[in-house]
């Protein structure tokens, strides 16, 4: 059952990156800010009600406390609206996906030299970030040098998003406790709308005119992101509940989201299919299964017991 829930994630993920491209290709900075205020404030009323519902007994101390509104700052700022504002620029769906999953790889360096006794990388796992690197080159359609200093600003500013992202994820796991779905939309969802409120207030006192313009696809847009992610959080709990590995995790997840998030670039917004895109999507899938031997081994096992050519 928990395989469902991963799929679900993925597919959960696709349409949010769906309905930011909706909304960010024809919006401003500030535009991005109030979507991230909305989607926030979406998330913490999630949190508020689910939390009085199930009478969850989550007690934070001020480290978690301080640990989990960080994590709003993140999801805020670079998860919301600069993630937002990418599609402003001009971001190619499909190519955006993949460079969003290159998360993995500063996560994965930055956990090597934190925890050195658990996660120093292997050789493989060396290679497996190689192979990585190649799928980000076959992806943009392998550029040579002289094109990837000149590539576009959203694919430097999307592969800061990647890196922040880790670095989120190394946060996460340093937390000695454990949060349930609600805790997590109250104040990352709360942080969130408060940080990019902020960043509002902030646009303003250095602009004399915003770009503001709440049209009603923008609005339902939003409002449509933000319950999609309130779903993604619980989609990620339920996998993990119900037993699944994040090895193998790590494959079925991003695996559906770079594949459907691909697809739904080209039959929605008219993206191109490449030789590159594809080459990418094959190499990405080796570099995973390079990247972590449990997720090979936990695949090899999958493939037995569902009967498939593993």
């Not at 790889?105 to 060396?126: F, M």
């Not at 690197?133 to 592969?159: C, G, H, K, Q, Y």
């Not at 960043?199 to 004399?208: C, E, K, V």
């Not at 590995?245 to 770079?258: D, E, F, Q, R």
Request: glycine content about 10%; aromatic content about 10%.
């Amino acid at each position: 059952m928990w395989r469902l829930w991963a799929v679900a994630e993925g597919c959960t993920k696709t349409l949010s990156a769906i309905f930011q491209k909706l909304i960010g290709s024809a919006s401003s900075l500030e535009m991005s800010c109030i979507a991230a205020v909305i989607i926030g404030g979406m998330q913490f009323s999630a949190g508020s009600i689910g939390k009085r519902v199930s009478a969850s007994s989550v007690i934070l101390d001020f480290k978690s406390k301080a640990l989990l509104v960080f994590l709003g700052f993140l999801a805020g700022i670079f998860g919301t609206v600069l993630s937002i504002y990418t599609f402003a620029l001009g971001a190619d769906l499909g190519i955006r996906t993949l460079l969003i999953s290159f998360s993995i790889v500063p996560g994965a360096i930055i956990a090597a030299i934190v925890w050195p006794a658990t996660d120093r990388l292997s050789g493989r796992q060396v290679f497996g970030v190689v192979v990585f690197l190649i799928a980000i080159w076959a992806m943009l359609d392998f550029p040579n040098l002289a094109r990837i200093m000149s590539l576009e600003a959203w694919v430097w500013l999307t592969l800061l998003l990647a890196f922040v992202s880790g670095l989120g994820e190394v946060v996460s796991r340093s937390m000695a406790v454990k949060f349930d779905v609600w805790t997590n939309n109250l104040w990352v969802g709360g942080s969130t709308a408060l940080f990019s409120l902020l960043a509002l207030a902030g646009i303003t006192l250095f602009r004399n005119e915003l770009d503001i313009d709440l049209s009603r696809s923008f609005v339902l847009g939003t409002l449509a992101v933000g319950a999609i992610v309130v779903a993604m959080i619980s989609f990620k709990i339920f996998a993990y509940q119900g037993g699944g590995t994040i090895a193998l995790k790590k494959i079925i997840m991003p695996g559906v989201y770079l594949v459907t998030a691909m697809l739904a670039g080209v039959l929605i917004y008219g993206e191109s299919m490449t030789m590159g895109k594809v080459s990418g999507i094959i190499l990405w899938f080796g570099s995973m299964y390079l990247a972590d031997p449990n997720a090979a081994a936990d695949f090899c096992t999958l493939g037995r017991k569902t009967g498939g050519p593993l």
